[in-house]
C-alpha cells in the first residue's frame, strides 16, 4: 500500500517551514513511528515519523527545501521490505591472480566500527569527532543527532584530537553554533560559513522589530537576595524530598513575585494589539531560554495557580525541551509577561528587549556580593541588579518604577509573597 508522507499542519504563525534532515533514504526500511525527516520553522523543529512499517520509496523536498501545511514529502510502501544487498562473491571464487584490494584507511576502519544516522555523521564530520567515543543510544546501535550533541555538551576527560585541514574551512549547512574552536594549520587564517538558521533569523527580526517599533526606556533596582537565600537554604532539602526530586531554584521566587506585582499594576500586564491595549486577567509568564539553536520562550499558563514546585518542574522541563529541540509551538505562544536570567552566565547588568506584544520584561542577573550602608553600618551583602525594561508608550514611568519596587520589597521580605501583602 503506497501512503503519501505529508508535512504537518502548521499553525497560522508558521506561514512554511524547511527541511533540515532525512534519517532515511530512498529504499531503506523504517519501523513504524520511527523519525524520518526534521522540519525546521521559525520557531520549532517538528519532526515527521513513519506511519507503519515499510519502505521508504521517494523523497520529494530535498534538504534545505521550504515545504507549506500538508505538502508531499516523500512517497511510502506499507508492509514493504528493503531489498537486501548484493550478497559477496565466495573466497573460492574469486580468481587466484585478482588484484588486491588496496588496505584500509585508520578513518575507514573507524567509519567500520560505529553506526551513525545522516544527521550524526554530519555534526561528527563538522565538528571532527572521533565517532568511537560517542555513547550510542539508537537502534542497533546506531549514534543518533542527539548522542552527539549530548557528547559535545559533555566536559571532555582528554581532549579529543582534532583532524587537520590544509586550508580555511567553508561550509554551507545550516547548523548550530561550533561547539569547538575553528583553528587552521600552520597558522593558517581558517574560517566555518553557516547559513543563519530560521530560529535565529526570526529572534533576530523581532528583536529589531521590537527597538523599532517600541519607545522602549528600561528602569533599574537593585535586590538584596538574603531573605531567599536564607530561606532556600533552610528549606531545599525538605523541599526536593517532598517534591520527588524538584529542587528549589531563584526562578519560581522571581515568578511568584512577578506574578502579584503585575496583579497591582495591570498596565505592566498588558499587550499591544493595533490601537489597542489589552488588559490581560490573567498571568501567562514566559521564561527566555538559550537553545543551541538560538533563544526561545516558552510560557508558564497560569502562573499564579503554579505552586513553587510545578513552577520549578516546568521551567526545568522547558530546558531540556529546548536542548533536545522538542518545544512545542503551543508551548511558545502567547505569554503577558516575561523573565530573563541572564546571572546563569554571569551578567551582572543589561537592558532586556521588550518580547512584542508585550509591554514589559523583567532581567534578572547575577548575584554579587557587596558592601551596602544598613542602619548606618556597612555590611557586606548578596545583591542582584534588577532591571526592567517597558514600552513607554503604554506604561508611565511612575508605574514601572512602582512595579520593580514592589518586586524588589518581595523578595527582600518573602512572607509577603505568601501572604500576598
Not at 105 to 116: C, H, M, Y
Not at 246 to 256: D, E
Not at 333 to 345: A, D, E, H, R
Request: charged share 25%; no cysteine; hydrophobic share 40%.
Amino acid at each position: 500500500m503506497t501512503i503519501e508522507i505529508k508535512a504537518p499542519t502548521l499553525p497560522e504563525s508558521v506561514p512554511d517551514g524547511t527541511i533540515a534532515t532525512w534519517y532515511k533514504k530512498p529504499g531503506e526500511s523504517v519501523s513504524r513511528d520511527e523519525l524520518i525527516v526534521d522540519i525546521e520553522t521559525d520557531k520549532v523543529v517538528l519532526e515527521v515519523v513513519a506511519p507503519a512499517d515499510g519502505v521508504l520509496k521517494d523523497i520529494k523536498k530535498a534538504e534545505g527545501d521550504t515545504i507549506v501545511s500538508n505538502e508531499v514529502l516523500a512517497i511510502f510502501e506499507e508492509g514493504a521490505v528493503a531489498a537486501a544487498p548484493a550478497a559477496e562473491p565466495a573466497a573460492e571464487e574469486v580468481p587466484e591472480k585478482a588484484t588486491p584490494a588496496p588496505a584500509e584507511s585508520d578513518e575507514d576502519q573507524s567509519n567500520l566500527a560505529v553506526l551513525l544516522s545522516p544527521a550524526a555523521r554530519k555534526l561528527v564530520e563538522e565538528n571532527n569527532l572521533d565517532a568511537n567515543l560517542i555513547q550510542s543510544t539508537g537502534k542497533d546501535g546506531r549514534i543518533t543527532k542527539e548522542d552527539v550533541v549530548n557528547y559535545m555538551k559533555a566536559p571532555a576527560e582528554a581532549p579529543t584530537p582534532a583532524t587537520p585541514v590544509e586550508a580555511p574551512v567553508t561550509q554551507t549547512k545550516a547548523v548550530s553554533p561550533p561547539q569547538q574552536p575553528i583553528a587552521g594549520v600552520d597558522g593558517a587564517r581558517a574560517e566555518k560559513r553557516v547559513p543563519i538558521s530560521r530560529l535565529r533569523a526570526k529572534v533576530a527580526e523581532r528583536l529589531l522589530q521590537a527597538t523599532q517599533t517600541t519607545a522602549m526606556l528600561t528602569t533599574f533596582n537593585e535586590v538584596n537576595m538574603q531573605e531567599v537565600m536564607d530561606l532556600r537554604e533552610k528549606y531545599k532539602a525538605a523541599f526536593e524530598k517532598q517534591h520527588d526530586g524538584t529542587k528549589l531554584g531563584f526562578m519560581s521566587f522571581f515568578v511568584r513575585a512577578s506574578v502579584e506585582a503585575l496583579k497591582r499594576f495591570p498596565a505592566v500586564n498588558a499587550s499591544m494589539d493595533g490601537s489597542d491595549i489589552i488588559y490581560h486577567g490573567y498571568q501567562d509568564i514566559g521564561v527566555a531560554v538559550s537553545s543551541p539553536r538560538g533563544l526561545v520562550v516558552p510560557v508558564l499558563r497560569d502562573a499564579d495557580a503554579l505552586s513553587f514546585a510545578d513552577t520549578e518542574q516546568a521551567i526545568r522541563d522547558f530546558g531540556i525541551k529546548a536542548r533536545d529541540g522538542k518545544l512545542g509551538i503551543d508551548e511558545m505562544t502567547g505569554g503577558t509577561f516575561t523573565i530573563s536570567n541572564g546571572g546563569v552566565f554571569g551578567s551582572l547588568l543589561s537592558t532586556p528587549i521588550l518580547n512584542p506584544p508585550q509591554t514589559a520584561i523583567l532581567g534578572m542577573h547575577k548575584i554579587q556580593e557587596r558592601p551596602m550602608a544598613v542602619n548606618g553600618e556597612v555590611r557586606i551583602l548578596p545583591m542582584m541588579y534588577l532591571a526592567l525594561s517597558y514600552d513607554h508608550r503604554m506604561i508611565d514611568g511612575k508605574e514601572a518604577v512602582q512595579f520593580l519596587v514592589t518586586i524588589k520589597e518581595l523578595l527582600e521580605d518573602p512572607a509577603r509573597i505568601f501572604l500576598e501583602v
